[in-house]
């Protein structure tokens, strides 16, 4: 069950590509709110123990948001707002990567 509820009307659709799968996102949205909404609650990896973290503030301040944007390593997803044909890479991503 997602616990996250829209209050406005929801904007245009948009298509994002997370860790390789195409996501339907809501242009206007952050790219952190666009993860949340389709279940993805952790997708960053703490700088100090690599476990997965969630994002706790979704204003810029708590940094649980971080993941690759657009090529960009250590994005704030939460300030970033989804656009057609964004590219998000998470911590889920990184660790299949570094499995190899």
Do not use: W
Not at 20 to 31: K, N, R, T
Not at 49 to 59: K, S, W
């Amino acid at each position: 069950m997602n616990s996250f509820l829209r209050r406005a009307p929801a904007g245009a659709r948009v298509t994002i590509e997370v860790d390789g799968e195409p996501v339907a996102a809501v242009a206007g949205d952050s790219v952190a709110t666009a993860l949340l909404a389709v279940g993805c609650a952790a997708f960053a990896a703490s700088g100090k123990t690599g476990n997965t973290v969630a994002p706790y503030c979704l204003i810029g301040t708590c940094f649980g948001c971080l993941c690759e944007i657009d090529g960009r390593r250590q994005a704030q997803a939460c300030l970033e707002p989804v656009r057609e044909g964004l590219v998000v890479r998470t911590a889920r991503a990184a660790e299949a990567r570094h499995d190899r």
